[in-house]
Each structure stands twice: as structure tokens, then as C-alpha cells.
């Protein structure tokens, strides 16, 4: 979907239609997080939007670049579920996956420009289920919430 913009020349975009994995997200223009810069993951997290059965279910849509020897999110998210079987204090405060992808490395234009293989990165777009915005008190404890359930995780995992 294309609109003009003041001058009546250029049409800019006001959502796009992705695919990521097997799922079709339509990403709208509300940027809701970003940290571009020259280094690190250029993290940008967007409004996405996917139609179920007439429903559409709100979306946040991360998209980020990390380094490709990284465990991949959603299979930490995935790993920590079940870890976390049984116990609410953890699996009640993940996040849920709506769809996940990865692609485009970094390793091919590294070596074009003869910074050898290093540590490439790879673009991954991980589509999760939006949650409502918290009042300022809840935020606290659940911020708390996550705290004892990522120091749960990691002992389940050290054990």
C-alpha cells in the first residue's frame, strides 16, 4: 500500500506484507524500539499485524543482526519452556514465538571487503505476541518476576 507524500512525487510504503518463516506478518510503520548504530545488533523492533480466520492478532516484529555463532532466541525461548515445565514463575513470563527466521549472512560481503570470515552476523526476524503496556507498579514486579525466573533458568541449566 503506497500513499504519496506532500510533494505528490514520491509514494512511500505505510505497511509491508513479510514472510517470515511460514507465516505471513504484515509490518505496519510504528518503529517500536531501535538501536541502529555502526556496531552491535542493530536491533529494531516494529508493529506487526498477521491475520487468522478473519482476526488479526497484533505482533512486536524484532529484527536484528546478531553474530551467527549466537544460540538463536527463539530457541533459547523454546529451551527455557522446558526447562521451566511446571513452574509458572517462568513459563508465565516468556514470551510466545508467533514465527521466527533467519537469513542473510554477513560472510560474503566480509570477505569482499577483506575482513576474512571473522565473526559474521545473520539477520534473524523473530515475530512474537504482542503484550499490553504495563502500569508503572506492575512493571516493577514483573521486571522482578523476570529477574528470579532468568536466575531459575540458568541454575535449571547449570544443574
Known amino acids: 500500500m503506497l500513499d ?26 510504528q518503529t517500536l524500539y531501535s538501536t541502529l ?34 544460540p538463536k532466541e527463539n530457541m533459547l525461548i523454546e529451551l527455557a519452556r522446558r ?3 511446571g513452574d509458572s514463575d517462568i513459563t508465565n513470563h516468556l514470551p510466545t514465538v508467533f514465527a521466527s527466521d533467519e537469513s542473510c549472512s554477513t560472510s560474503r560481503i566480509r ?12 539477520l534473524h526476524v523473530i515475530a512474537f505476541a504482542s503484550i499490553t503496556e504495563l502500569p508503572n507498579q506492575d512493571f516493577v ?13 540458568r541454575s535449571s541449566l547449570n544443574a
Open 111 to 122: 570477505r569482499t571487503v577483506g575482513l576474512g570470515t571473522g565473526k559474521p552476523r545473520v
Open 37 to 70: 548504530a555502526m556496531t552491535g545488533r542493530g536491533t529494531v523492533v516494529v508493529e506487526g499485524f498477521a491475520g487468522h480466520a478473519g482476526q488479526s492478532k497484533q505482533l512486536a516484529v524484532k529484527i536484528y543482526w546478531p553474530e551467527a555463532h549466537r
Open 83 to 85: 526447562v521451566g515445565q
Open 141 to 153: 514486579r514483573a521486571r522482578l518476576v523476570f529477574v528470579v525466573s532468568a536466575v531459575k533458568t
Open 4 to 29: 504519496s507524500n506532500d510533494e505528490g512525487r514520491t509514494r512511500e510504503p505505510k505497511e509491508w506484507q513479510v514472510e517470515i518463516g511460514t507465516e505471513s506478518v504484515t509490518l505496519g510503520l
